[in-house]
């Protein structure tokens, strides 16, 4: 079953503005990941949250958590039209061995 | 450096033929081995994972089956395809994230 949702499902910007992205979860967790999937290619792995930590950054990405409402989100700031993706969040599973994906958000930057 | 190869790129197969999907990691040993199907404009689903030689776990077994024949080679197999088989096929392996192969995108027709 999968565990993340995100929200909203598409998202249109101008190049340049900040887009922002939602996920939740619906049991405890290790860790949150999120990921990118450029269309018709693999995804490729964007920044990994632990449940102990509240934010984190990588160059332009800015990931929070929020273990008491079981939610995370990605934000990307200064959006570019190479941005225009599918984005993911990822939670383990029980054993810690598997990993749920929700649906993804779908962002289209507008040059 | 460690790299994971799936291939191939593209499939089209016919209802009720047979499937092979071969994943190979380098660079790493005892990885976590996965695979998840994507359907069009969908999210992903985990089919088969896998921690160690001959350790399959099933998440979805459907008309699919897994086999980890060796340390750093994961197999993704049908007897008889289905027209819903059709999808894209990612490979991962972790253990820090995922790392995904580039994909196969099956077309059972």
């Known amino acids: 079953s999968q565990q993340g949702e995100e929200d909203p499902q598409a998202l249109s910007i101008q190049e340049g503005e900040n887009a922002t992205m939602n996920c939740s979860y619906k049991?405890?967790?290790?860790?949150l990941q999120w990921y990118r999937q450029n269309s018709g290619r693999g995804l490729v792995h964007l920044i990994l949250?632990?449940?102990?930590?509240r934010e984190k950054h990588s160059g332009r990405l800015r990931v929070t958590l929020d273990t008491s409402k079981k939610s995370s989100s990605l934000l990307i700031t200064a959006s570019r039209a190479a941005d225009t993706a599918s984005y993911f969040c990822?939670?383990?599973?029980?054993?810690?061995?598997?990993?749920?994906f929700g649906t993804g958000t779908s962002l289209t930057v507008i040059p | 450096s460690q790299t994971i190869h799936q291939w191939p790129a593209t499939l089209v197969q016919p209802v009720g033929s047979p499937l092979s999907l071969e994943c190979t990691v380098e660079g790493t040993s005892n990885p976590n081995l996965y695979w998840y199907r994507q359907a069009a404009g969908r999210g992903l689903q985990l089919l088969f994972y896998?921690?160690?030689?001959?350790?399959i776990s099933s998440e979805v077994p459907q008309n699919l089956s897994a086999s980890r024949p060796q340390d750093r080679q994961f197999i993704l197999s049908s007897k008889k395809l289905l027209l819903s088989d059709s999808g894209f096929y990612l490979c991962a392996w972790a253990p820090y994230g995922y790392t995904f192969g580039s994909g196969t995108r099956l077309t059972v027709v």
């Open positions: 990822a939670t383990a599973g029980n054993t810690g061995n598997q990993f749920y």
């Open positions: 896998s921690v160690g030689i001959g350790q």
């Open positions: 949250i632990r449940s102990n930590e």
């Open positions: 049991t405890s967790i290790n860790n």
